[in-house]
């Protein structure tokens, strides 16, 4: 009798989880519930609302010494791409974008916006990682770039771009120009 009386009672728990991660009718079957079970009924969101399908990535692209921009280069964290450094620069990317998202709501002076952008955490550990990657023996300056990358075979999609950042001893000490005729500006710190 009572081990009937259990198999029932976990059956009808199951039921009424299974029920309850339906999209439409589980809000509404939870609202019936009573207030001491809905505790027990588990609430499945591992992909909700909106999957993840793509990652955000760390990339880089080199300014040479003859102002030419070299193609964009994947920062891997260091022990590869996965891991707690892996999770820390997508925890970082994703931080800054939202910054700069809410930057463009709450500042409307450019200057100030991107100056914020530029000083806050995430934005200086993208930063510091990218500086540390290897450049080009004739680069005199970089910018990083966060896009958005997918495991098929498609282009990375580039959502934030930085400002220029100068190397630290770089082949050309001189300052960087940023906006030369003939080559494209990027305004700091801004997204795509």
């Known amino acids: 009798m009572v081990p009937a ?16 991660a339906l999209p439409r009718i589980g809000t509404a079957a939870r609202r019936h519930v009573p207030d001491w079970f809905a505790p027990l009924l588990p609430a499945w969101t591992f ?18 010494a003859n102002d030419t921009v070299g193609p ?14 892996g999770k820390a620069l997508f925890d970082a990317a994703s931080q800054l974008l939202r910054r700069a998202a809410a930057g463009w709501d709450e500042e409307p002076d ?12 995430p934005y200086l550990l993208l930063l510091n990682r990218a500086s540390t990657a290897p450049h080009d023996a004739t680069a005199v300056s970089f910018e990083f770039v966060i896009a958005h990358a997918s495991r098929r075979d498609e282009e990375p999609e580039v959502v934030f771009v930085s400002a ?14 940023h906006d030369e005729p003939g080559r494209r500006a990027v305004r700091e710190g801004t997204p795509c």
């Open 5 to 20: 009386l259990v198999a029932v009672v976990l059956a009808g728990w199951l039921l009424l989880t299974v029920v309850a």
């Open 47 to 64: 992909f909700a609302p909106n999957p993840a399908t793509k990652d955000k990535v760390l990339m880089y692209r080199d300014t040479l």
């Open 72 to 85: 964009l280069r994947l920062v891997l964290p260091e022990g590869g791409a996965g891991g707690r450094p």
């Open 110 to 121: 450019a200057r100030i916006r991107d100056a914020r952008l530029m000083i806050s955490t």
């Open 164 to 177: 220029v950042h100068r190397l630290k001893g770089a082949a050309n000490s001189g300052a960087v120009a």
